[in-house]
């Protein structure tokens, strides 16, 4: 019988398989010996020990289309990559850590501000050009005001969208408005401004035939992928257009005089804050390679 791992929680998998609803399953020993773990996402075949219970094993994970590093699940199609506007204030930095991460496992992103209820309009233009020039998708809500959710709805039509940020911009609300029966715990945010850590698993939830909702625990840091500091720059997909017109081949955009990039950012046409987040990732993974 084949299904869909929903949930996993030590060590026993929650597999989704239809109309027969959710059976709890271990892993077979061979997987532990292949060095293989079973990912929320996975597509797996099971052997059924009591239809009664409800209970089985995992004795197969069919191929995967993809496998994410962090959060640690499969067969994603999208991120929604969600920040308020206000009340958290963004992180910036964060939000670029997510789309490089996205973007090195080839994942394609929609980012969300949400909170759009609360911000002036023109902050609101600012960021969407901002953000849709470096190739994402950007949409505008209010989760209060249940506010471009429609919107949303239609993005995932079809998908396994996965959602990410940090905590207290409202991921399990969301979730919450999209499939009740989640019952995510929504958390407010704390006198210090950070989020209430809410959700403490990964699990998808089941929205409409053929799309899948993954919720997954809020952080507020986010590792870089293994690459080298040279390669960033192609992560920052506003570059692109820059790349080549440089004084130097393989210019990394940093010290370098007559860079197309630096230029570009004085003329307005590559955002500063951008270009900011890029500089201090770029010191970062230099740092880091020295140890």
């Not at 993809?66 to 204030?89: G, M, Y």
């Not at 989640?182 to 939830?205: C, L, N, Q």
Request: neutral net charge; glycine residues 8%; aromatic residues 10%.
């Amino acid at each position: 019988m084949q299904g869909k791992i929903i949930k996993g929680i030590g060590g026993f998998y929650y597999i989704e398989v239809g109309a027969d609803g959710v059976y709890e399953c271990k892993a077979k020993g061979v997987f532990r010996n292949k060095k293989i773990k079973p990912l929320v996402g996975d597509n797996v075949v099971i052997e059924i020990i009591s239809e009664d219970k409800k209970l089985g094993n995992i004795v197969d994970i069919l191929p995967r289309s993809n496998e994410l590093i962090r959060p640690a699940v499969a067969n994603i199609d999208q991120a929604l990559i969600i920040f308020a506007i206000t009340n958290p204030e963004p992180n910036y930095n964060l939000l670029d850590r997510f789309l490089v991460m996205m973007d090195y496992q080839r994942v394609p992103t929609i980012v969300c501000f949400n909170k759009a209820d609360l911000a002036e309009e023109s902050v609101i233009e600012e960021l969407r050009k901002i953000y849709e020039n470096c190739g994402c998708k950007v949409v505008f809500t209010s989760m209060r005001k249940q506010q471009g959710v429609d919107t949303i709805k239609e993005l995932m039509e079809g998908k396994t969208t996965i959602l990410a940020g940090p905590s207290g911009v409202g991921k399990s609300t969301l979730t919450n408005l999209l499939t009740p029966v989640a019952k995510m715990e929504t958390g407010d945010i704390s006198r210090i401004g950070r989020g209430k850590h809410t959700t403490r698993h990964s699990e998808i939830f089941t929205l409409w035939e053929n799309s899948y909702i993954c919720d997954t625990p809020g952080f507020t840091s986010l590792m870089l992928p293994p690459f080298e500091k040279e390669d960033l720059r192609f992560y920052f997909e506003e570059f692109s257009n820059f790349e080549g017109k440089c004084r130097f081949n393989g210019c990394v955009h940093i010290s370098e005089p007559d860079c197309a990039v630096k230029n570009a950012v004085t003329d307005g046409k590559i955002s500063n804050r951008r270009y900011k987040s890029y500089a201090e990732l770029y010191e970062e993974i230099k740092a880091q390679k020295k140890y």
